[in-house]
């Protein structure tokens, strides 16, 4: 009873006043700081998870991934039809690359005639009709085994915009011979 | 007492978010440099069919009557347009391409606008659509080239043949393209 009484008596006299003040600064200060010092991240948290979904969405949903250099140049094109995952050939200045294999090496923008068959005026490039029909065939038996997976005969070309007709036709041919009829050509969509 | 208990809930609630937030912050530059800037688009082409022998027109069929079949030829002086199986002759240079190159601003290597020759693709367009009023259940178009004709230019006359815009909506013109064997 004497403690109380003397606690009572240590309350200074604007007891009411100093209570209010601190009320006030603790109200204010809630919305910014928490009681432990940390910045409340909750907000930012929900903002980079949804960038993050965002992100992994557009990863998943191209089936064919080119990136572009001096090499490669790709055409633009108002087409609007979107790309499918198919067997890929890339022909750049520099090389014939399928499905990320290194096929051949181009010397300005032209197969050497020891590559093809019928040497200078052939069609047949006889290293990349090896690796066609190889990927035709992984393509057949994952069909085999994988009801969802048909072979279809196409084939995407992603190819430089400089390359000229004449390695376009010995592609085509030469794919043709591996039993890929179709073809897309992927190019950069001028429509956004 | 009151007051304790509500304090303790509200630490249990705070969850520690460092790790994810970790995991988050390296994983969008990961994906942003991963992520392609452009959109991909497909051109859809095909090449020639070997179609039995009856498909072939008798001689003795009148002009109108044979199929369209028609194709465009890319050279070095311009372009010829065949429709059945006869060019479309240009009436100032009978001998020369049905259109030929005219003066105009392509890109050259380094990307700068520079004064070339040019397709005339504008004419070009609308012989296409002049075609297709005369012609409307015809979808085929056969495009073949010079040898040293670069890909951009066939993916120029490809896209010029496939549609065109007329007012806000696109109309078909000749969407299936057939590559064909290089001009001799």
């Known amino acids: ?192 | 007492m009151a007051k304790k208990k509500r304090r303790g809930v509200s630490a249990m609630q705070e969850i520690n978010m460092k790790p994810a937030m970790n995991l988050i912050l390296i994983l969008i530059p990961l994906l942003l440099t991963s992520m392609e800037a452009v959109r991909i688009a497909v051109i859809n082409v095909s090449t020639p069919q070997i179609g039995p022998a009856s498909e072939a027109t008798p001689p003795d069929t009148r002009p109108e009557d044979r199929p369209l079949k028609l194709t465009i030829a890319l050279t070095n002086r311009g372009i010829t347009v065949f429709a059945r199986d006869q060019v479309v002759e240009n009436s100032d240079d009978p001998l020369g391409p049905t259109l030929p190159k005219i003066e105009g601003q392509e890109e050259d290597a380094d990307g700068n606008m520079v004064n070339a020759m040019v397709y005339d693709i504008d004419k070009l367009r609308e012989m296409l659509v002049d075609f297709k009023e005369a012609n409307p259940a015809e979808e085929n178009i056969i495009i073949t080239a010079e040898p040293n004709i670069k890909f951009k230019d066939i993916v120029t006359i490809m896209d010029v043949s496939r549609e065109m815009e007329d007012g806000e909506r696109r109309r078909s013109l000749f969407p299936q393209v057939v590559l064909s064997a290089g001009v001799a």
Do not use: H, W
Not at chain 1, 123 to 130: G, S
């Open chain 1, 1 to 192: 009873m004497t403690e109380e009484r003397k606690n009572y008596e240590l309350i200074p006299e604007n007891y009411e006043e100093e209570m209010l003040k601190r009320k006030k600064a603790s109200k204010k200060s809630k919305g910014k700081i928490s009681d432990s010092g940390d910045v409340n991240i909750n907000s930012l948290m929900d903002i980079l998870t949804i960038l993050l979904v965002f992100l992994l969405k557009s990863y998943a949903t191209d089936p064919i991934n080119i990136t572009p250099t001096a090499d490669l140049e790709l055409v633009r094109s108002t087409s609007l039809l979107q790309p499918e995952a198919t067997v890929a050939v890339t022909v750049s200045k520099a090389a014939i690359v399928v499905d990320n294999r290194p096929v051949l090496v181009l010397k300005d923008g032209r197969v050497e005639a020891s590559q093809k068959r019928g040497g200078e005026d052939g069609f047949f490039i006889i290293p990349l009709n090896r690796e066609l029909v190889d990927a035709a065939e992984r393509k057949r038996r994952l069909a085999s085994v994988n009801p969802s997976v048909t072979f279809d005969g196409v084939c995407t070309i992603i190819m430089d915009g400089d390359t000229p007709y004449r390695l376009l036709t010995e592609i085509m041919y030469t794919a043709g011979q591996a039993e890929f009829q179709n073809f897309k050509f992927a190019t950069i969509s001028l429509e956004s």
